[in-house]
Structure formats: structure tokens, C-alpha cells
């Protein structure tokens, strides 16, 4: 009954920004970590970011310093800036959250409950 839905996604060139935005509906999970993962055909599911319920944020070293994430609680939503886009930046990305609240977040995939069907990111070289 949970359902993240993503949107944002695009064709960008290298160098360019993109915002992604998740919207979460059926349960409220202001209080529960987030994240943003990625995935390229044939590979596992990647790490990008997560964010807990007080706004403490982690990031993979790969896009450190180039993505931020953030959240807006009462409205059950979480963003993902992207800016100085690389060509390897190139995937689906998928917005994650766990069931419960105030746990500690994570960064594999297999500790988020509710997935979003992803969105597609592609930086032209």
C-alpha cells in the first residue's frame, strides 16, 4: 500500500544539474530514513545517499561534494540535487525508505522496506 514514486529524471549533459524529487503515499514515514540508490543493467543496485529523520545525511564517496539530499517531512517527500553530472552518473535511480522510524539508516539496499520503480538519469559525454 506504500508507494515512493520518482520523477526528475532526464537526458543532461555533462557538467549540467538535475533535481529529483520522491513523493511517498499510503504511510507517513517523516521519521524514517531515506535514500537514493542507482543501478546500471548488470550491476548491483549502488549506494548514493541516505538521510535520517533529523536531516544527518550520507553520502558515497562518488558523489560527495556534487549531490545533496534533502527532505521535507510533513510533506512525506525527498529531493536529490545533482549538479557537475558525469557521464558515469548514468542510471536508474530509485528512492528507498525504511518501514520504521528512527532507525538508523543504512546503506545497502537490503535494509529499505519500500522501493519507488526509478527513474532514469542520462549524461551525455
Known amino acids: 500500500q506504500v508507494q515512493l514514486v520518482e520523477s526528475g529524471g532526464g537526458l543532461v549533459d555533462a557538467g549540467g544539474s538535475l533535481k529529483l524529487s520522491c513523493a511517498a503515499s499510503?504511510?507517513?514515514?517523516?521519521?524514517?530514513?531515506m535514500a537514493w540508490f542507482r543501478q546500471t543493467p548488470g550491476n548491483e543496485r549502488e549506494f548514493v545517499t541516505n538521510i535520517d529523520w533529523n536531516g544527518l545525511t550520507t553520502y558515497a564517496d562518488s558523489v560527495k561534494g556534487r549531490f545533496t539530499i534533502s527532505r521535507h517531512s510533513a510533506e512525506n517527500t525527498v529531493h536529490l540535487q545533482m549538479n557537475s553530472l558525469k557521464p558515469e552518473d548514468t542510471a536508474v535511480y530509485y528512492c528507498?525508505?525504511?518501514?520504521?522510524?528512527?532507525?538508523?539508516?543504512?546503506?545497502?539496499?537490503?535494509?529499505?522496506?519500500?522501493w519507488g520503480q526509478g527513474t532514469q538519469v542520462t549524461v551525455s559525454s
Open positions: 528507498a525508505a525504511v518501514a520504521s522510524p528512527y532507525s538508523i539508516p543504512r546503506i545497502i539496499p537490503d535494509a529499505y522496506d519500500y
Open positions: 499510503g504511510r507517513a514515514l517523516g521519521s524514517s530514513p
